[in-house]
């Protein structure tokens, strides 16, 4: 049974160790993040993207080591598991349950980036059809960045023209616009991990935003779906 989607960042600066400077102006996209994963009952299902199709056992540790800095995380309370490569969706849904308390169990089912819209849309059915299966309630974590391009200082170089792109798939996750999601370009980092919310939710009860912003040019959204 599907009870609420939550939709945060791909950031690897949510984990304040590797913000550094930065981690005390990024306070408000993480009090976001934590806000819309209090919404999840204990189990999560994180769906992201990657560069295979990858599904990841909750009893299965990580660590961010690549991107600067041995800070482990896990899958689940007390796993004693020696970190694995993981993708970057997994890391930060590993870091989230941690950091927002610890209790939560979370599998993750991680997407190829080279889906198209109709794939992508139906491995969302799919995973509904498997959430809907399960007699107990099961959150979903969706984790994914907008466009690189947003500002001079944007990872991806500026592109002006991507604002209004930014801001149109802004404004399709704030009110659960998953037909619009469907029609995202191929610029959009999160696309196939936004793409697979359209076919799991395709018209949600309610629909809401707790953040959207651009820090360092890269577009993140934080928000809650209910089924």
């Given at each position: ?6 939709i ?82 997994a890391?930060?849904?590993g ?17 190829a ?80 991990a ?31 779906w209910?089924?």
């Amino acid at each position: 049974m599907l009870s609420a989607i939550a939709i945060i960042p791909s950031a690897p600066v949510l984990v304040p160790e590797l913000a550094g400077g930065a981690a005390a102006e990024l306070t408000g996209l993480r009090d976001a993040v934590f806000s819309a994963v209090a919404e999840l009952p204990p189990r999560w299902i994180a769906v992201g993207v990657a560069d295979t199709d990858t599904v990841v056992d909750p009893q299965t540790a990580g660590t961010f080591a690549g991107y600067g800095l041995d800070v482990r995380v896990t899958l689940a309370p007390d796993v004693d598991a020696a970190p694995t490569r993981l993708p970057l969706c997994a890391l930060i849904a590993g870091w989230v349950r941690g950091a927002a308390g610890g209790a939560a169990t979370a599998e993750v089912r991680a997407y190829a980036a080279d889906h198209d819209s109709d794939a992508a849309v139906r491995h969302g059915r799919q995973l509904r059809a498997l959430v809907d299966e399960a007699a107990d309630p099961i959150g979903v974590l969706v984790v994914g960045d907008g466009l690189n391009t947003l500002t001079p200082s944007a990872p991806g170089g500026h592109e002006p023209d991507s604002v209004p792109v930014q801001a149109d798939l802004d404004d399709a996750l704030a009110a659960g616009d998953a037909a619009a999601l469907t029609r995202l370009p191929g610029a959009v980092i999160g696309r196939v991990a936004y793409q697979v919310l359209a076919g799991l939710a395709e018209a949600p009860r309610s629909a809401g935003e707790l953040y959207r912003g651009a820090p360092y040019g890269v577009g993140y959204f934080v928000g809650v779906w209910k089924p």
